[in-house]
């Protein structure tokens, strides 16, 4: 299979992914509504923000600038290191509905597996009811080591409930 800007994957969510996406790490606010609404133009259609890189605003007016439909793009931000706890976590993607816009965002992830276990199932909790308050579609995690997939692994098997973690 050749891989194409249209190539994507399911999710388990069962949202598609497009397997290449335009990231915006190191992007100037400045410049990334220009550069990300070039990159739309040219046939991305995944765009890879974060609340850490200062540009989730330019980067989805962007996206949305170059007239494709909403439903063929797809967004992603990531709740920063310094607040993987449920409060600071809720409160993000708040503020990342608010600065972009957007009604929803594609996919949410823990930047990064920091705020020890509580902090980090907390975390996952609010990104749980995001995606049952129709705020997030798809959630994730980056930069985690195997034991912190296994720790999440294990609070789903458990059937802990959403008040428990």
Request: aromatic residues 8%; contains cysteine; glycine residues 8%.
């Amino acid at each position: 299979m050749a891989l194409n800007l249209n190539s994507t994957l399911k999710m388990p969510s069962g949202y598609e992914i497009p397997m290449l996406g335009y990231g915006v790490y190191q992007t100037p606010e400045a410049v990334a509504e220009d550069v990300t609404h070039h990159a739309i133009a040219s046939g991305y259609r995944h765009v890879d923000s974060a609340t850490v890189y200062r540009n989730e605003a330019p980067s989805a007016t962007g996206m949305m600038k170059a007239g494709i439909p909403r439903e063929q793009l797809f967004y992603t931000s990531k709740i920063p290191p310094n607040k993987i706890n449920y409060k600071d976590a809720k409160a993000c993607v708040e503020e990342s509905l608010k600065k972009t816009q957007l009604k929803y965002i594609d996919l949410y992830l823990l930047h990064a597996p920091y705020g020890g276990k509580e902090g980090r199932l907390g975390a996952w909790r609010a990104l749980v009811e995001a995606v049952d308050e129709g705020k997030v579609r798809s959630i994730g995690v980056s930069n985690y080591g195997v034991h912190h997939l296994e720790e999440l692994d294990e609070w789903q098997k458990v059937g802990l409930s959403i008040d428990q973690c």
